[in-house]
T-cell receptor, first 114, second 108 residues
Framework: EPEVTQTPSHQVTQMGQEVILRCVPI?????FYWYRQILGQKVEFLVS????????KSEIFDDQFSVERPDGSNFTLKIRSTKLEDSAMYFC????????????FGPGTRLTVL | DAKTTQPTSMDCAEGRAANLPCNHS???????VYWYRQIHSQGPQYIIH???NNETNEMASLIITEDRKSSTLILPHATLRDTAVYYC?????????FGAGTRLTVKP
């Protein structure tokens, strides 16, 4: 069964450094998402992406964050100048074309900012 | 904020049915009810969804009341591996908002 994959599974970085989290969505999916979950808290929506542009973003997704689909398979989340409070699990998700299609989530990347 | 209300936690005996309730009294006519679960800190796993009719798949059954203001997720024969946080989400388009969910503990 096709799955969303994410790399790395765990990323440790120093405060102020840039990180790129990578995702490979399910191959025939057209919509892509990033969510985050701070330890012990809710899963929070960050951004949705369709047709090579952001379709929606939350208030969390400020200028520190950017997303890109650099090729036909990868979908990335870049966090510039990381802060301690960026430490969280980051989940990628994807879905097919219609709005009621199910979002399928990847296993997540645990980001630890020291 | 999430548009649903779920109990914070529930216990279930292994092999018994787990019935997880969800209130969504403000649901709109075109909003679907989705259920996901999260085991430890893994990615949310899709379970089932429905609009009006009851639904069943290999994982669970979803019972939606006639007025659509509440629903129940049923795991027919819970196993220890079903211990997880279960999220009930109402959505249309991409507005997926996770609440705190119900922490289900399946006990031997």
């Amino acid at each position: 069964e096709p799955e969303v994959t994410q790399t790395p599974s765990h990323q440790v970085t120093q405060m102020g450094q840039e990180v790129i989290l990578r995702c490979v969505p399910i191959s025939n999916h057209l919509y892509f998402y990033w969510y985050r979950q701070i330890l012990g808290q809710k899963v929070e929506f960050l951004v949705s992406f369709y047709n090579n542009e952001i379709s929606e973003k939350s208030e969390i997704f400020d200028d520190q964050f950017s997303v890109e689909r650099p090729d036909g398979s990868n979908f990335t989340l870049k966090i510039r100048s990381t802060k301690l409070e960026d430490s969280a699990m980051y989940f990628c998700a994807s879905r097919q074309a219609t709005s009621t299609d199910t979002q399928y989530f990847g296993p997540g990347t645990r980001l630890t900012v020291l | 904020d999430a548009k649903t209300t779920q109990p914070t936690s529930m216990d279930c005996a292994e092999g018994r049915a787990a019935n997880l309730p969800c209130n969504h009294s403000t649901i709109s006519g075109n909003e679907y009810v989705y259920w996901y679960r999260q085991i430890h800190s893994q990615g949310p796993q899709y379970i089932i969804h429905g609009l009006k009719n009851n639904e069943t798949n290999e994982m669970a059954s979803l019972i939606i009341t006639e007025d659509r203001k509440s629903s129940t997720l049923i795991l027919p024969h819970a196993t220890l591996r079903d211990t997880a946080v279960y999220y009930c989400i109402v959505r249309v388009e991409d507005d997926m908002r996770f609440g705190a969910g119900t922490r289900l503990t399946v006990k031997p």
